[in-house]
């Protein structure tokens, strides 16, 4: 089984430069209809998993991540080799960062962004 996310974007060339270039997301598979008017790309983002989190949950994880309440329903988490390093990639390519690395209490290095079309990530790292 998979799990596929579908993000519904403002500009599709945007937030395909972004998750696939930037952030190194390989492309499987992409169609256009006559025209362009209609566009898919499907993204390998590597194992997926859906993390169920209350209100007072993520409340905790934003005051960790970002010191303030600031994520909404959705948030994006990237499991990524050196989360700093991908996102001065990402604030190059168009993203906000929404605050400073942090090292979490449970041993993570993140750091939180939003991206052009508006979502947020947060980029991993496991510390050793």
Same mark, same amino acid.
């Given at each position: 089984?998979?799990?596929?996310?579908?993000?519904?974007?403002?500009?599709?060339?945007?937030?395909?430069?972004?998750? $696939?270039? !930037?952030?190194?997301?390989?492309?499987? *598979? %992409?169609?256009? =209809?006559?025209?362009? /008017? &209609?566009?898919?790309?499907? +993204?390998?983002?590597?194992?997926?998993?859906?993390?169920?989190?209350?209100?007072?949950?993520?409340?905790?994880?934003?005051?960790?991540?970002?010191?303030?309440?600031?994520?909404?329903?959705? $948030?994006? !988490?990237?499991?990524?080799?050196?989360? *700093? %390093?991908?996102? =001065?990639?990402?604030? /190059? &390519?168009?993203?906000?960062? +929404?605050?400073?690395?942090?090292?979490?209490p449970w041993n993570d290095r993140n750091v939180r962004l939003r991206a052009p079309d508006g979502m947020q990530l947060t980029l991993f790292t496991v510390v050793d």
């Open positions: 089984m998979e799990l596929r996310l579908v993000l519904t974007v403002d500009d599709f060339e945007q937030a395909l430069a972004f998750y $696939r270039d !930037a952030l190194g997301l390989r492309e499987r *598979e %992409a169609w256009e =209809a006559e025209g362009a /008017a &209609a566009r898919i790309a499907i +993204l390998d983002a590597g194992q997926a998993t859906i993390e169920l989190v209350n209100d007072a949950q993520a409340a905790a994880i934003d005051e960790i991540e970002v010191g303030t309440r600031v994520a909404g329903p959705v $948030r994006i !988490a990237f499991d990524v080799g050196d989360s *700093e %390093a991908v996102a =001065a990639r990402l604030v /190059a &390519a168009g993203a906000e960062q +929404l605050a400073p690395a942090v090292t979490t």
